[in-house]
Nanobody, 113 residues
Framework: QVQFVESGGGLVQPGGSLRLSCAAS????????MGWYRQAAGQQRELVAQ???????NYADSVKGRFTISRENAKNTVYLQMNSLKPEDTAVYYC???????WGQGTQVTVSS
């Protein structure tokens, strides 16, 4: 059974940084695309960053230049480094592989002064 466990969220002031982690089980991440998604209150879930199994990365325009996705295949873990955070980044953040598997509980990120 494939499971994702997200962690690292919290309350941060605008301009601050957070690093999210996604630990996967039941799947060898090195063979899969992995993405970070977010869902703000009352909105649909959106893909914000993707790391392909081939080594490329893609970002939503809203986070480009501020967020960085990386993976540590030996630990079966994916990370999202978030810098220069804005209030509009407030959301629950999830990881998944192309949205094909069940969603974890996510980790709440709140950007507020």
């Amino acid at each position: 059974q494939v499971q994702f466990v997200e962690s690292g969220g919290g309350l941060v002031q605008p301009g601050g940084s957070l690093r999210l982690s996604c630990a996967a089980s039941g799947i060898a991440l090195r063979f899969y695309n992995m993405g970070w998604y977010r869902q703000a209150a009352g909105q649909q879930r959106e893909l914000v960053a993707q790391s392909t199994w081939g080594g490329s990365t893609n970002y939503a325009d809203s986070v480009k230049g501020r967020f960085t996705i990386s993976r540590e295949n030996a630990k079966n873990t994916v990370y999202l480094q978030m810098n220069s955070l804005k209030p509009e980044d407030t959301a629950v953040y999830y990881c998944n592989s192309d949205g094909r598997y069940g969603w974890g509980q996510g980790t709440q990120v709140t950007v507020s002064s």
